[in-house]
């Protein structure tokens, strides 16, 4: 059984600050035991598959994920409201997987990780901003505009996504998350575990348990699934 680590939520470049810090995490953490790496998404203020709008603090952390990578350690990336373009990017080659999900198996249970952003279907508009922010069509006019309209499409792109997005990150809509925990976990998982909601929260449901992992801009921490099996293995700084 691997000992699985997991980020949410870095937002790097923007709440999260530089990349000192994650560069630091990411490169301890195979002295710590740790086999397999989870981002659960929007580790940076915006990621686009592109090498245009590649900042300071994406390099490096890309750099330390590369590292990784090619130490043998699993890493995957499921994408958060703020990713966009990355499984067929230039940034793949530091992931096994970049997806919506990951299901997985540990000595304390199975687990189911998402980003979460998708559940409240109540938020239409935001679901639709979604839904075209990432389609075939969004893809192909970011990738094929000139660098400088590009970049200025993002900047407007950000500055709608903070108001489109609102109305879904005052708060959690649990009966929302409830309904697709337990129609999940029912065929065969333990646990939902969820980023983008930026404070840590969990409850029971029919079938097993919703955990809300803390933003890492605010935590700054790594989390575990098994804190036992790495208590051993990490020191204080």
Not at 59 to 71: E, I, M, N, S, W
Not at 131 to 151: F, H, V
Request: aromatic share 10%; net charge neutral.
């Amino acid at each position: 059984m691997s000992v699985v680590a997991l980020i949410a939520d870095a937002h790097l470049g923007g709440a999260g600050g530089p990349a000192d810090e994650m560069v630091e995490q990411l490169r301890a953490l195979p002295s710590q035991g740790c086999e397999r790496l989870i981002l659960m998404g929007d580790i940076f203020h915006v990621w686009i598959g592109d090498r245009r709008f590649e900042t300071e603090v994406i390099r490096r952390v890309f750099g330390a994920l590369l590292a990784l990578r090619q130490q043998g350690m699993r890493i995957d990336y499921i994408e958060g409201n703020r990713d966009f373009f990355l499984a067929r990017s230039p940034y793949a080659e530091a992931f096994t997987s970049i997806g919506s999900e990951v299901s997985l198996e540990c000595p304390s249970g199975r687990y189911l990780v998402i980003h979460g952003d998708g559940l409240n279907d109540r938020d239409r508009q935001y679901l639709f901003w979604r839904w075209l922010s990432k389609s075939s069509l969004a893809r192909a006019l970011m990738l094929n505009l000139p660098s400088r309209i590009a970049r200025w499409a993002v900047q407007r792109a950000e500055t709608g996504l903070a108001k489109t997005n609102f109305r879904h990150r005052v708060g959690v809509p649990h009966a929302a998350i409830t309904s697709y925990a337990e129609r999940r976990l029912a065929a065969g998982h333990d646990a939902l575990l969820l980023g983008h909601f930026h404070r840590p929260e969990s409850w029971r449901v029919a079938g097993g348990e919703v955990r809300i992992l803390d933003a890492w801009f605010n935590s700054r921490a790594v989390e575990w699934l098994d804190p036992s099996d790495i208590s051993d293995r990490v020191s204080d700084p």
